[in-house]
């Protein structure tokens, strides 16, 4: 079980609003840690899609937003795509080291 | 353009060794912290190796004692060391680039296709 917290599962209808929970702790997300957000399309490497909680690299659509606050953080797509269908996963660190959600797949119906 | 490439996996016994190596081309690989991220099957992401731009490194505890990081500076390169190797270790191993800084706020912004390590008999 990952220290950072993800549901398994979403799902959404195309242009709907779904998000992603990171539940952390005081020792990572709490202690003022950035969380970043990669996407990983079937088949693919990970992709960086949120960087330092809410910042999104050049060419990432605006559809994605990352938010943090206290010792969790969330992804938000809007407006929800059939090319969304992907893993998504959090990282943040903790104890001197890199860490991972156990990551959340999303469905688009 | 930003790259990095990995090779060196493949099928290997239990209790074999293995190096994987990552060439990186349009930085200096000492200038940022890097990563081996494996993904086993039906699992998550998992960084099981870090190395600093001051050459620290850490290892998760499911492979330290067994793994190691390394990069070879004058080659742009990233090596993995695997030995003492166990099912448990199949998975695709990913070479990613971390930010001038630390993990702490640095992203990994840069990824490999990977390189995949079967250990079966």
């Known amino acids: 079980q990952s220290v950072l917290t993800q549901p398994p599962s979403v799902s959404g209808a195309p242009g709907q609003r779904v998000t992603i929970s990171c539940t952390g702790s005081r020792s990572n997300i709490g202690a003022g840690y950035d969380v970043h957000w990669y996407q990983r399309l079937p088949g693919t490497a990970p992709k960086l899609l949120i960087y330092g909680n809410i910042n999104r690299p050049s060419g990432v659509p605006d559809r994605f937003s990352g938010s943090k606050s206290g010792t969790s953080a969330s992804l938000a797509i809007t407006g929800l795509q059939a090319e969304d269908e992907a893993d998504y996963y959090c990282q943040s660190y903790d104890s001197s080291h890199v860490l991972f959600g156990g990551g959340t797949k999303v469905t688009v119906l | 353009e930003l790259q990095v490439v990995e090779s060196g996996g493949g099928l290997i016994q239990p209790g074999g060794s293995l190096r994987l190596s990552c060439a990186t081309s349009g930085f200096n690989v000492s200038g940022n912290y890097m990563t081996w991220v494996r993904q086993s099957p039906g699992k998550g992401l998992e960084c099981v190796s870090v190395i600093y731009s001051g050459g620290r490194t850490y290892h998760a505890e499911s492979v330290r004692g067994r793994f190691t990081i390394s990069r070879d500076n004058s080659k742009n390169t990233l090596h993995l060391q695997m030995s003492s190797l166990t099912p448990e270790d199949t998975a695709v191993y990913y070479c990613?680039?971390?930010?001038?800084?630390?993990?702490?706020?640095?992203?990994?912004?840069?990824w490999g296709q990977g390189t995949t390590v079967t250990v079966s008999s």
């Open positions: 990613a680039r971390g930010g001038r800084g630390s993990p702490k706020y640095y992203a990994m912004d840069v």
